[in-house]
């Protein structure tokens, strides 16, 4: 672990963040079926248990002293992810979920479609156009090493996002930069938005290409919150000098049964009907997990 | 400043950023130097301050980005490269990582208007329109060598982003004396006092323009140069005490396109206050992809040199 984690006393176990991850995905629906516009729920759905894992359990961060200097960062390249990272955010304490689900896309609101640091200033970096988080995480970690600090920087990135040019721009600097404090994390759902990926675009050999590119390369069940507390647990210093990659093997729209592998879930909204069948379908899929 | 300079002596716009960076590191531990492979007028900097020097490469895009994620943490990064490609390839990452969280980078480079003779791949002929359109953004160009040093001297307090363009940057003339103007972003200078026409320009043409007012100073015509080096916020007040200040003749002159820089902005604010002028004559690139030639030569033959310059001063105090 890095030197900035928690105190493993202090972190919840593995059947907790389960708990959390299945409430983070309660509220995701819950939003998505009261909102009236609509949400980019597959995506959400992929990333939940990802970014329960990682504002739960792996980053130094503290909702009560936001500009910590030595807190970790977060930067969400992935910005259609933004309500799946504003509720685990609500989760971990920094908001109110209250506040995000009545507000949410509204005028004046500070949650909206794609993060907004100006509006929103829990958040690290303003995001949403893909292939930008990584460059900007590159920085943020240059920045630690310039000023002799321990914490790491994290980003999401979506498997399709990676097909932006910048985000291997910037893989090649931040192995040329020797930044092991910098820890990449690829929501792989393989569902671009109009296409299963590996039909339209070949990603394939897909951890060989961040392995050439110099990066550390851990591949994870990003369902299996276990495996994702491991791989976070594994993660080398942050004074070393590959970046890591972990790649979090997901399913698009994972929870709730008639939204997986379904092109017509990448965003949606869910009317009072469909809202209950995704509910039951959630309770269901964590009962098989229970059981 | 020790050293003294004449008006029209040459001096590399590219040195006076090394020096200038290289100073400016020291009295700012949080300034960084990045570029995408456009590193020899860097070298002082990068061989005092190396942990804070970053070359990419071939990598405009990551390195916008990545001195945005700097800017982030609290530092002020200067990118520096070639304009064409720094305001075009990576647009989006200034539109949206640097200018959409108003942070402080400062971007910086050459080759901005047909200089160079690298063809049209290599002019940054649409950058003031394209920067200009960018809220919280500042855009500047310079043509004398040693403002560049002013000019990041004050962008260091900035709270939001600068772009600052120059021309080959390679050997520039002097135009002012170091002291001899107040030199302020988003002010313009008098370069030459003049009561019938006034003559807008920036960067590589103030020279131009200045040597044309004299011509026509010998006619018996009195020109106003006004080197508008911030293009935006343009200095509207300036602009509406030119335009009743110089009986409402106004010549613009720009190594842009004639539509969507200095000329256009000029024009905005006389629209907007309903100013009516006596001429407007606009002097700048046509739409067209200008093709190989020395500077000169390509200015000549677009429209806006020196021989095209005169004819629309003198055009414009008939009126």
Redesign the interface.
Known sequence: MGEHTPAAAERPSVAELEERAYELREKLLHLCGTYEGAVHIGGDLSAADVLTALFQYGMHVDPSDLRNPERD?F?LSKGHAAVCMYIAMSIRGFFDFDGIVDTYGKLDSAYGMHP???QLPGV???T??L??G???????????R?RGEAHRVFTLLGDGETGE??VW??A??AR??RLGNLVAVIDRNRQLMTSFAEERVVFEPYPDKWAAFGWNVVQVDGHDMSALVGAIDGLPSSSSERPTVIIAETVKGKGVDFMEHNLAWHAGRLGAADLERAMASLAASRKERVA | MSTTFTFGEMLSARSVIGSTLAELGESHENL?VLTPDIGATLVEFREKYP??F?D??L?E??C????????????L?VVSGMLPFLSMRAL??IR??VS???LPVKIIGTHGGLVGNGGSTHYAVEDLTLLGALTNMTVTSIGDPLMVGDILRQSMDMPGPIYIRLAAGKADAVLYQPGEHDIRIGKGIVARDGADVTLFTHGTTVLQALNAADVLADEGHSVRVIDMFTIKPIDAELVLRCASETDGRFVVLEDHLAYGGLATRIADVLADNGTALNAFERLGIPQVYAGFGDDEELREKHGYGPSATLAALRRAVAK
């Open positions: 960062r930067v907004c640091k100006v690290e970096a303003s949403g156009s292939g930008h990584l460059p900007l995480a590159v920085g943020m970690a240059l920045s630690a310039g040019g910048s721009e910037a090649m600097a040329s930069n | 960084w942990d804070r970053i990419v490469g990598a895009q990551a916008v980005g990545i001195a945005a994620g700097l800017a982030y943490d609290g530092n990064p989006e990452q949206t990582d959409y969280p108003n």
